[in-house]
């Protein structure tokens, strides 16, 4: 059984609804995948999971977690309209952990949380958001994320080179060797 439930792909940063900063999406059927329905199946607001901020060329720039605070998908991707990089991304990827909470139109709007299907964290949930998070910015290195992922207690191994080592302080020392001599060409 997988652990993600759910996920979407390249949404536009422009077409989340502004006023209560609510992620909508719809479920395609094999026959009718091409035709967006009237109204939203879903509100993705409170999605538990990992995502991806991207510019508009969808470069991925940011990789992100969400669940294992009090943060979901919504009120994290809003944090990140207020801040230094707002300017920096476009659309987002996200990939959550739990079923889709279904969208309910304002008039009818009394979703409570056990609804939402909004549910505690166990620490092997907490451990693999974090290892998958670890994974994608491992993986896609992007230019925003300040630090490494987080992998636990697992081991990171280097790949052993069987050229010459060459030690900076030498390196250094050539640099200059090669400094001068460009110097006295150039005069």
């Known amino acids: 059984m997988s652990s993600i439930k759910c996920y979407g792909v390249h949404y536009e940063l422009e077409m989340v609804e502004k006023n209560n900063f609510n992620i909508f999406g719809w479920e395609p059927t094999y026959e ?48 990140h309209t207020r801040n230094d990089n707002r300017k920096r991304w476009t659309h987002f990827s996200w990939f959550g952990l739990n079923e889709p909470s279904p969208y309910q139109p304002a008039e009818n709007a009394s979703i409570t949380t056990s609804d939402l299907g909004v549910v505690s964290l166990e620490n092997k949930d907490e451990t693999s958001l974090e290892e998958l998070e670890a994974f994608l910015i491992s993986a ?22 069987p050229w010459e080592k060459v030690s900076l302080s030498e390196l250094s020392e050539e640099l200059h060797k090669l400094r001068r001599e460009l110097k006295k060409i150039s005069q």
């Open 32 to 79: 009718d995948w091409r035709s967006e329905p009237r109204d939203p199946e879903f509100v993705l607001n409170d999605q538990r999971g990992v995502y991806i901020l991207q510019d508009v060329n969808r470069t991925p720039l940011y990789v992100g977690r969400v669940g294992t605070g009090k943060k979901r998908l919504g009120n994290r991707l809003w944090d």
């Open 140 to 161: 896609i290195d992007p230019p925003l994320n300040k630090k490494g992922g987080d992998w636990g207690s697992a081991r990171k191994i280097l790949q052993w080179s």
